[in-house]
């Protein structure tokens, strides 16, 4: 697997807190195909852990998962 991995979706869901950054990528991830990837920005704490849970719950792949400062950045990738 390449360590670019481009994203076909992009969601930005700064500011937004818990259960908003879930359920919109939720959302976004059904509205996928498999083999896309969504990109997801947030800056909710809870967000790590709840993003984890929801990729592992629906049986998709976190590629990525990064941290700048307040902001986590999300790579998931549909695999079903």
């Keep these: ?5 481009k ?3 992009n969601l930005d869901c700064i500011g937004l807190y818990c259960p908003e950054p879930v359920f919109r990528t939720r959302v976004e991830l059904d509205k996928m195909v ?5 990109e ?6 809870a967000a790590e852990e709840d993003i984890k849970s929801l990729v592992k719950r629906t049986g998709q792949e ?5 941290k700048e400062g307040d902001v ?3 790579l998931i990738r549909k695999v079903k």
């Design 62 to 66: 976190l590629s990525k998962l990064e």
């Design 1 to 5: 697997m390449s360590s670019d991995v």
């Design 7 to 9: 994203p076909n979706r």
């Design 40 to 45: 997801m920005l947030t800056d909710d704490p």
């Design 72 to 74: 986590l950045r999300f």
């Design 34 to 38: 498999v083999g896309e990837v969504l």
